[in-house]
């Protein structure tokens, strides 16, 4: 079964409306989670790393002011596109781990945004 | 830096061929990891392996092998008796020792026609 649920698969907003992303870590604790974005036909991309209980790491190039991380507890990390235009359509998916183990990161199953 | 190169952008062949998916990786990490994920239309991300810097023997998993060659820097990927139900867009992957983030290649679309 899914280690990791993402939530929703699935929305589709107006222009100018914030979404939230969740991600959560079902049957472990998750010390660090990733988010990552997909366009269509592209590979995935490295948005951002969050450690629980400190703020996100963001990668080069990405609006942190525009995708706000929150990881406030070992089993959620939200992900909220704020005030989202067409350009912020796109696949994200977040993944999550424990740093203290030798397992590899489980990936949620994404979430298709599409603002109109 | 850390690179992945999937060359081939998309491979089709007919069911029951074997297809081998390449991928070459760039790193100045000594230890480190090496992925493989399938992704479907559905778009979830599938994990198929990892495999760590130290492990160079070939795994072979059902229809599925890996070679992984630390001299060519490459990982490559062959199903055997391929399947409809095989096509998909498969990610070869890297990452730091520590599971820290993952590179991904750009992906390779396969497609198994019947």
């Known amino acids: 079964g899914a280690v990791v649920s993402q939530h929703p698969s699935r929305v589709i907003c107006k222009s100018g409306t914030s979404v939230k992303i969740e991600c959560r870590s079902l049957?472990?604790?998750?010390?660090?989670m990733f988010w990552y974005r997909q366009f269509p036909k592209k590979s995935l991309m490295l948005m951002a790393t969050?450690?629980?209980?400190?703020?996100?790491?963001?990668e080069q190039g990405v609006e942190k002011d525009k995708f706000l991380i929150n990881h406030a507890s070992l089993t959620l990390s939200t992900l909220t596109v704020t005030s989202a235009h067409p350009e912020d359509s796109s696949f994200y998916i977040c993944?999550?781990?424990?740093?203290?183990?030798?397992?590899?990161?489980?990936f949620g199953d994404g979430t298709r945004l599409s603002i109109l | 830096a850390q690179k992945v190169t999937q060359a081939q952008t998309e491979i089709s062949v007919v069911e029951k061929e074997d297809v081998t998916l390449d991928c070459v990786y760039e790193?100045?990490?000594?230890?480190?990891?090496l992925f493989w994920y399938k992704q479907p239309p559905s778009g979830e991300l599938v994990f198929l392996i990892r495999r760590n810097s130290f492990d160079e023997q070939n795994e072979i998993s059902g229809r599925y092998s890996w070679n992984f060659q630390k001299s060519t820097s490459s990982f490559n990927f062959t199903i055997t008796a391929s399947q409809v139900v095989d096509s998909a867009v498969y990610f070869c992957?890297?990452?730091?020792?520590?599971?820290?983030?993952?590179?991904f290649g750009k992906g390779t679309r396969l497609h198994i026609l019947p």
């Open positions: 790193t100045r990490d000594t230890t480190y990891y």
């Open positions: 969050s450690n629980e209980g400190s703020k996100a790491t963001y």
């Open positions: 993944s999550a781990f424990d740093s203290r183990s030798n397992q590899p990161q489980h």
């Open positions: 049957d472990f604790q998750a010390t660090t």
């Open positions: 992957a890297l990452s730091g020792y520590r599971d820290d983030k993952i590179i």
